[in-house]
Every structure is written in C-alpha cells, then in structure tokens.
C-alpha cells in the first residue's frame, strides 16, 4: 500500500487589527512535514472504518453473456478487506468469499486558516480529490476459471465505492485538527496575580517553506484586562529551518508582566531578621545600622527591625544579543519594631539596581534567573537626621544577594506557559537572546 497526501495552505483570516504581536510562532517546513505524517496515521486509522456497501448488477462477460454478481458483507478495513461473492449465468450459480488489496491511494486537499472568536486558528478543507490507483482481489470458492473473467468488471466498482468513502474521512480529520487546536492556551493563567493572551492578531503568513503566526502575547491581571503605557514593537525571525518550530518572545511581553506585577502590587517584599542567613554578619536591628547611623541606635535601642521593599514604577527589561537585563526602580522603608509590634519609620531609600537575567526553556514553559550587576541607593526620606548613605551599601547588597534575589529566582524558576497545544513536548530546544526578543527553537512531540 502506498499512500501519498498533497497539501497546500491558504490564509484567509479577516483580521483588519494593526496590533504588532508580542509573540512570533514559525512552524517550519520541518514542522509541517511532521504534522502531515500525524494527519496521515489518523487518516490511515479513518480508513480502517471504510465499509464497502452492498453492490450488484449485470454485466457482459464475452463468452458467456450476461452476468448477474452480487457483494455483501465487504469490509475494507483501510487498505485489505474481505466479503462474499455470488455470480449467476444461465443457469449456473456460483458464489464464495474474497480478500481486497488497496494499492496507490491518493489524495490531496487545499486547507485555509482562520481565525475563530477565540483568537485561536481554524483550518478548513476547501477541496479534495482523492484516487484509489487499484485493487487486487483473490476470490475463494467456486470455478477459478470465473474469477478471471469477472474481476476485472468488480475491480471498478470496488475502488469508486472506496474513492467515495475517504474525502468524508479527511473532512473527518480536519475536524479533529481543529479539536487539537481549541487546545492552544489562548490564555493562559500563570499565577494568582497574572495570565497571558495568546490569540492571534494577524492573519498568518504562509510559504512553502513556513507558517508564520503573530500572537498578542501579553500579560494581564486575572479578570482585569488593562493595556500597558507601550506597545510591542516590529520584530522578524531569522530564516532558521533546523527545527520543526521557533518562539520569538518580544521584550514588550516580558515588560508587560512586570507592568501587570507592579501594578498588581506583587513586587514588594517586608524582610525580617529571621530571613536574613545565620552566616551574615549582620542582623536586622538597630545595633548593626546603629554603626553606620549613631542615631538609630541611640533613638531605638535594642530594636528589631523590618524593612519594606517596593517597586515604584515599572521595570525596564532590555535584550541585547546574548545579553538580557533589567533595570528596577525601588523604594527601602525600613522601621524599628516598637515592643508592641508598631513600626516607626527610621528613613526610606531609593534603590536603582541592575540584574543581569539567564533565560532558559522548562518543559514548556519561560523560565529565568538573576544575579546582581549593581545597585546604587540614595536618601529619599529620613525621620532620624542626615546620613552618608553610601555606608550602607554593604548591608543592602547582603540584603538584595541573600533575600530578595533568591526569592525571585524562586518565583523566576517557576516560568510562565509558551504557546502549546495538547500533550505538546519541546524537545531539543535551544534559545538565543537577540535584539529586543529571545528566539527559542524547539523540535515537537505529541504524546497521546
């Protein structure tokens, strides 16, 4: 049996929106040619459900005349199949079974792309034709010389009725594709805080080569749709073809999930002694910042203290090639607890800092971690007199190394969902930092 599926791709989505995406998806030639071989096992599956109707008739068969045939009971079970014969001229009878071979069966189909109310895409099957090349029948029972004279007028029938039945089947596959597809996490939540839009804002651009797919690809609150003060700008893929499918993941996208943090008020942190490592030669209390300010410790004595860090505006993320960093703009408080637990503000900082990012793919999801460029701290508010607050860079970067980086890496590690369908894996998945993107290229499998 050789089975051979010609496909081509027409976008017909009617979007008219002019949003640049945040998020770029290229499936590749490599890509396409596996989905076919998927569509192709399905269809395959599908054909073993082919049940060839009852069929009778008359026909001529030179010497003998006219001669009456009957089938019943055929199941072509895909491509071989068996069933019962009967035959009658003049007045002879003869009957028996018989096994079916399909061979060469073809078919092409031309599909378009759309687009649903979702944002997810549709594909359609806009034509079909299909052809069953021939079939090798073996009849049992009966007169062997008959079979011979008969199988061929039986052949023609057997393939129109098989032709009939698999355009309906490809329709049926096409349909479960697009189950497939109602899978795609068109939004996405992330964590309590957050979800990601995935629908599509363009209509696709399709090449021989490459399907090439524009997706929103930003950051909400949950049930709070508020649009950031930027929008993503033009980015284009490379022309890669070693992988089945490349993500470009814009710098706008990972800026509007710190926009959506920010507002959200997630990105703030009260750090306490207790979370301050045993090893550090500092602790949390008025005695250690009363050496760097006397009057702190002269004002609050033997106090604990707590310190409040905030983001004031939102971060600014930057990709260069090979380079990812981000840029975070904070407000310190920090307090002395009074022994009724009542916080006294001691003086509030201004902390600029720069954190250099390692961007990384698990599983299907966007990962990353940060380590600490530099910081630089100057005096926003003090409620206990002036003070060099350069004394204090030490402490504070103890605070931003052993505190409030690791628990963002924490939450970093735990990535957010890329765009995926289904049981979708990323295999052999490498990724660069680009121009204001990451680009990951990935390999796909879909377990059932």
Known sequence: MFLCWCLSL??????????NPGVKVKLTAKGIEYGRQLAVASILQKLKTIKLDDMSGKVRVSPIGKVKYSLKNGIANGCAGSGNWRVKYLFVKDSGSFNLNAND????TSLSIKSDQTGRPVVNSLDCGTNVGKTSIHFKGGASWLYNLFSKYIDSAIRKAMQKQICPLVAN???DLNNNLKTLNVLAKVDPFAEIEYSMVASPAVSKTSIDFGLKGEFYNIGKHQEPPFSPAVFSLPPQINNMLYIGVSSFTIESAAFVYNTAGALSLYITDDMIPTISPFRLNTRTFGVFIPQVA???????????????????ITFEPNNATVQSFASVTAYAIQPNATLTPLFVLNLVSSVSARVFVSGTRLAGAVTLNKMDLTLGTSYVGDFQVGSLDSIFQTVLKMVVIPRMNAQLAKGYPLPTLGKMKLVNTQLLVLKDYVMIGSDVQFTS
């Open 105 to 108: 069966i073809s078919f092409s």
């Open 173 to 175: 596959a096409v349909s």
């Open 298 to 316: 002269k004002r609050f004595p033997g106090l604990m203290m707590k310190l409040l860090v905030k983001t004031v505006k939102t971060p600014v």
């Open 10 to 19: 027409v976008a017909l989505i009617p979007l008219t929106t002019s949003t």
